[in-house]
């Protein structure tokens, strides 16, 4: 058995219980105060580990964690974790229970499992002397569920002069690193027409709705699964009273594609809507903002060399994942790879789960990784 799995399935029971502690620690996007308390323990099981520990302050979200460990040695490895989930606060009573070797809970996937095996990755090389002489970075962020407005600039910056990024996502379900990323967009349109009395001034108002449902069927024409491009109107809103005709209509697109190309098309077309009704005026906003991270000939060389690295553990493959993540940040600027997480299954589901043998698998995988890329 190789030594880092002798080692991390050893540690198990402590992974387990950690994660659970972890996940009890609930914490909603939105939740400052709970995003905080995972914050809070990240930090202590980075300190309990040597590494320098700098705590981003937010006004709105949580803060954010970076620890280093081997500050200034070497070029930099940065694993790119988020500590936010989907789950409201009341989601764990419900929801937690280990059976059949899975964790059961909110926000156990996506991705606080991956915290344990970042930890522990860096734990077992540690224990066994086989720290390599280089600056590894952590960062914990608090807002990637929720667009990562706040830290897409410090992610970034530890892309800059970084060997190797770690998108520390969960895997696929069948335990396929991630080497493609959609796009994700976000945009609004707002119809402007002219209110009226629905019954006796119908002829002088002119109906936002109906000037919106154009726009919204148009919209939803720009979806092509061949090439991968998905657009949604995914909140609609519009008038005040049933017997007034509505001046204002507002939906929000959720806009998906696979390349760039592709995202700049979805961009121009929904920004060149033009007013169909007689005196109705459109108001557009949006842009993609996470970009697509694309499985081009630098994503299959990272892809190869990994697979080399860790072939005396396992056998690595690839495949697409169809949302975005912070690996698009980074992909332009360092070599990039995603779903280097956890194995399980119910991404953003009551059922959310993770395999708990994949822990010591992956953390395995990944300090491989750190070892020798």
Known sequence: MHALIHYLNEQLPAMTALLTRIVAAESFSADKTGVDDVGRLIAHELRARGADVTIFPQTQTGDHVLGVFNRGAGSPIAMILHMDTVHPRGSFAARYKIEDGKMYGPGVFDMKASHVIALYAVQALQALGQ?????????????????????????????????????????????????????????????????????????????????????????????????????????????????????????????????????????????????????????????FERPPMECNAERLAIFERMK?????????????????????????????????????????????HVVLASLVERAAMNALIVKEW
């Open 308 to 352: 080399a690295i860790v072939a005396p553990i396992m056998t690595l493959a690839h495949g697409p994942s169809g949302a975005g993540s912070d690996a698009a940040f980074t992909a332009p600027i360092a070599p990039t790879m995603d779903g280097l997480g956890a194995v399980g299954d119910g991404l953003h589901a009551t059922d959310e």
């Open 131 to 287: 720290m390599p002489n280089r600056e590894i970075r952590m960062l914990f962020t608090s807002d990637e569920e929720i667009g990562s407005f706040t830290s897409a600039d410090l992610i970034m910056a530890q892309a800059h002069d970084a060997a190797l990024m770690m998108i520390m996502e969960p895997a696929l379900s069948d335990g396929r690193l991630k080497s493609s990323r959609r796009g994700v967009g976000n945009f609004t349109v707002v119809a402007h027409g002219r209110a009226s009395h629905a019954g006796g001034g119908h002829e002088r108002g002119i109906n936002a709705i109906q000037e919106m449902a154009h726009h919204v069927l148009a919209i939803q024409s720009l979806t092509d699964y061949q090439r991968g491009i998905a657009t949604t109107v995914s909140m609609i809103a519009g008038g005040i009273a049933h017997n007034v005709v509505p001046d204002r209509c507002e939906i929000h697109v959720d806009a998906r594609a696979n390349t760039q190309a592709d995202a700049e098309w979805i961009t121009e077309r929904i920004h060149s809507l033009q007013p169909v009704l007689p005196g109705a005026r459109l108001e557009i906003a949006g842009k």
